[in-house]
Structure formats: structure tokens, C-alpha cells
């Protein structure tokens, strides 16, 4: 099969030289628009970061919104290779909370561009759809709640969280302090992640243990 410019490839089929070429671009369109916010980022300035032709991104995609969709994936999948091993290393139920909570929260801290480029996205009206329909279609990520939620009753049944919280409520109020760490970090910079990471994984330590234990 010849590829057409714009036109959608299988995965498999793509070269390994085009699937790089692909990564690439995404990422420039991440510091593009964390540079320049959703807007300004279009596939001429995009290009122009990357000293390349406007005409090589879209040999590459159909348009903008083709593009969007590749970076909130790119974005996605970054994330999950650095949370999920240090999660899954842990094998106690604290551990597991104590990785969670901070490995989300690093990444964000050594990835700003991508938390404002995740904001831009989500926020534009044009970009919703592709944050939305992509980045929160991927059933991973769409269902973080739910995992997290199956990960604190499993613990929790097997005596290493306390038993008499609901492990749903628990999740929603896990993610939530994750998430309110983004808006924040984008505004300012020089935002503590390190101490707010602390100061988290300690208010659900506490709320967690098991009574009477360490």
C-alpha cells in the first residue's frame, strides 16, 4: 500500500522512519501550543519550529484536528509508560497509593508542556472534541476512576486499607487532587510539585490506613 498524503494509515503499515516523523511533529505541537496556546498553533508555526514544510505535516495528517488527535494520544501514551512500572512495582496496598499519587504528579512536574498543551486542547472549542472524544476515549484513561476505584477495594478487601470507606468516592477524590495540581502548575511555573505531592499522598495515607496501623 502507497501512503497519500493525509490520508489515515494502519499502524502496522506505517515505516518505522514515518511512525518517528509522526512523533516528532506531535511533540513540536505540544511546545507549539504550550508556547503559543491552541489558537496560535497552527501548522505553519508548527513546521516553522521544526524547520520543515507546512506540506510535510500534512503529507503526514489529513489537518489540524488529525494532528490534535495524535498529540493527545502521544500525550496519553508518554504518560502511561512512566506511571504504570512504578505503580506495578508496588505490591502492597500503601505503596500502590504512594506511587499513584506520585508518579502522576512527576510527570506533570518534568512535562509541563504537555499539561498546557492538555489544557489548551480541552479548552478550545475547536480541540474539545479531539481532548474529549481521544484522549478521554482511550479506555484507560477514561476509566481511571474505575481502575483506581477496583485497586483500593481489592486492598482494601485484602485488610491494607481501612474497610469502611467506599473505595468509589475514595478514586473521584484521588483524581481530583491529581488534576487540580494541572491548572495549577501551568499558571506558575515555580509551583511546589514536589511539596504538594507530599502533602497528598499524607491526606490519603491518613484517610486509608488501616486503624491502629503504622
Given at each position: ?171 473521584i477524590a484521588i483524581r481530583a487532587a491529581i488534576e487540580a495540581a494541572s491548572p495549577r502548575l501551568a499558571l506558575d511555573p515555580e509551583f511546589d510539585m514536589d511539596n504538594y505531592a507530599s502533602e497528598i499522598i499524607t491526606v490519603f495515607e491518613l484517610a486509608t490506613r488501616v486503624e491502629g496501623g503504622p
Amino acid at each position: 500500500m502507497v501512503m497519500q498524503p493525509g490520508a489515515p494509515v494502519d499502524e502496522p503499515e506505517r515505516t518505522f522512519i514515518e511512525t518517528a516523523r509522526r512523533a516528532q511533529i506531535a511533540a513540536a505541537a505540544i511546545d507549539t501550543i504550550a508556547e503559543l496556546g491552541y489558537a496560535g498553533a497552527s501548522l505553519a508555526r508548527i513546521a516553522e519550529r521544526l524547520g520543515i514544510s507546512r506540506g510535510l505535516i500534512s503529507y503526514h495528517f489529513a489537518g489540524k484536528d488529525d494532528l490534535m488527535r495524535q498529540v493527545v494520544h502521544e500525550a496519553a501514551e508518554e504518560a502511561k509508560a512512566y506511571i504504570r512500572p512504578l505503580v506495578l512495582a508496588e505490591s502492597t496496598g500503601p505503596g500502590m497509593l504512594r506511587a499513584y499519587i506520585e508518579s502522576n504528579l512527576a510527570f506533570m512536574r518534568d512535562h509541563r508542556n504537555n499539561v498546557i498543551a492538555m489544557i489548551e486542547i480541552a479548552r478550545s472549542a475547536e480541540g474539545r472534541r479531539n481532548f474529549y472524544g481521544d484522549f478521554y476515549g482511550d479506555a484507560d484513561v477514561v476509566n481511571a476512576v474505575g481502575a483506581l476505584e477496583r485497586v483500593l477495594s481489592g486492598f482494601q478487601t485484602a485488610g491494607q486499607f481501612r474497610p469502611d470507606f467506599d473505595p468509589h468516592i475514595m478514586a473521584i477524590a484521588i483524581r481530583a487532587a491529581i488534576e487540580a495540581a494541572s491548572p495549577r502548575l501551568a499558571l506558575d511555573p515555580e509551583f511546589d510539585m514536589d511539596n504538594y505531592a507530599s502533602e497528598i499522598i499524607t491526606v490519603f495515607e491518613l484517610a486509608t490506613r488501616v486503624e491502629g496501623g503504622p
